[in-house]
Structure formats: C-alpha cells, structure tokens
C-alpha cells in the first residue's frame, strides 16, 4: 500500500524559509507525478505546485518565483523549498501522486498526515 509521510513544518518568520518533504512507499515513485497541496481552515485544498518523472515543474500562481518543488529519484522523496513565506502560506501541506495534466489534476492517493506550516511574526 502506498504511504506518504512529510516532514518539514514549522514555525517561521514572515520573509523566512521551509524546506518540506514527502517520503513515498510503494516502489511507484519514479513514474509518478508529484504533488504538494496547501489546506487552510479558511480555504479548501489547493495545488501549490506539481512535478513529473522527469522533473518537469508547474506552480500555482500565488508562489511562482517563491517556491520550489524537485525530486529525488533514489530516495522516493518530493521536496518543496519556501522562501519568502507569507503569513497566508499558513497551512497543511500534503503530498500526492497525481493523475491528469496541468492544472486540471486529481490526487490520487489516500493523503497523509501533511505538516503544517506557520507564518508569524
């Protein structure tokens, strides 16, 4: 049974930096497409950014030029790397497998627990 677990969150500064990652089982990870998401109790969960095998990225709007999604292989891990954080990137954030092509894509996997991230000074 596929597994994902992240790790990362935490509290920070507004202007600061995270580094998220989602460790994947279920030896499917190198064909499949990668996903972060964000939930706010205020917000539905939202994509934040995708990756495919080959590490062909996409971002939503509200972070392009401020985060970074990427992959290792080896490791069955998706990164996501915050800078410049927000006090609205304040959420859940969660990984997934992803099914469908850019934006319109469909998690495909029961979700994690996520880690939360939050932004205050």
């Known amino acids: 049974q596929v597994q994902l677990v992240e790790s990362g969150g935490g509290l920070v500064q507004p202007g600061g930096s995270l580094r998220l990652s989602c460790t994947v089982s279920?030896?499917?990870?190198?064909?499949?497409?990668m996903g972060w998401y964000r939930q706010s109790p205020e917000k539905q969960r939202e994509l934040v950014a995708a990756?495919?095998?080959?590490?062909?990225?996409n971002y939503a709007d509200f972070v392009k030029g401020r985060f970074t999604i990427s992959r290792d292989n080896a490791k069955d891990t998706v990164y996501l790397q915050m800078n410049s954080l927000e006090i609205e990137d304040t959420a859940g954030y969660f990984c997934?497998?992803?099914?469908?092509?850019?934006?319109?894509?469909?998690?495909?996997?029961?979700w994690g627990q996520g880690t939360q991230v939050t932004v205050s000074s």
């Open positions: 997934n497998t992803l099914a469908g092509t850019w934006p319109k894509i469909t998690p495909i996997r029961p």
């Open positions: 279920g030896s499917i990870f190198s064909i499949s497409n």
């Open positions: 990756i495919s095998p080959g590490g062909r990225t």
